[in-house]
């Protein structure tokens, strides 16, 4: 995991807090809080690390809820969580 942490760039951006959405991940229902680098923001889950689809992040900022498709994706044949 490498956090890039830029020395310069945020200058002073207070009350920016990132968003939190509690038990939304679709993988685990971890909390899925909202990250940021310096190109993009994206959603990912703090218990186990996925990261939501660009769809998924839109399904959730505007319903407050994720889609689970499953459309082609099979819960029995998770991806492990390598680290
Ligand atoms: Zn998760």
């Known amino acids: 995991m490498g956090t890039a942490?830029?020395?310069?760039?945020?200058?002073g951006r207070k009350?920016?807090?990132p968003m939190l959405y509690l038990k939304k991940c679709p993988k685990?229902?971890?909390d899925v809080y909202e990250s940021r680098d310096i190109y993009q923001t994206f959603l990912t889950c703090a218990?186990?690390?996925f990261y939501l689809t660009p769809e998924q992040?839109?399904?959730l900022r505007r319903y407050g809820t994720v889609?689970?498709?499953?459309?082609g994706v099979k819960r029995a044949g998770a991806q492990r969580t390598g680290s």
């Open 28 to 30: 685990c229902m971890g």
């Open 57 to 59: 992040e839109a399904h």
């Open 15 to 17: 009350g920016d807090k």
């Open 5 to 11: 942490v830029g020395g310069k760039g945020g200058a």
């Open 67 to 71: 889609e689970t498709k499953t459309a």
């Open 47 to 49: 218990q186990c690390g």
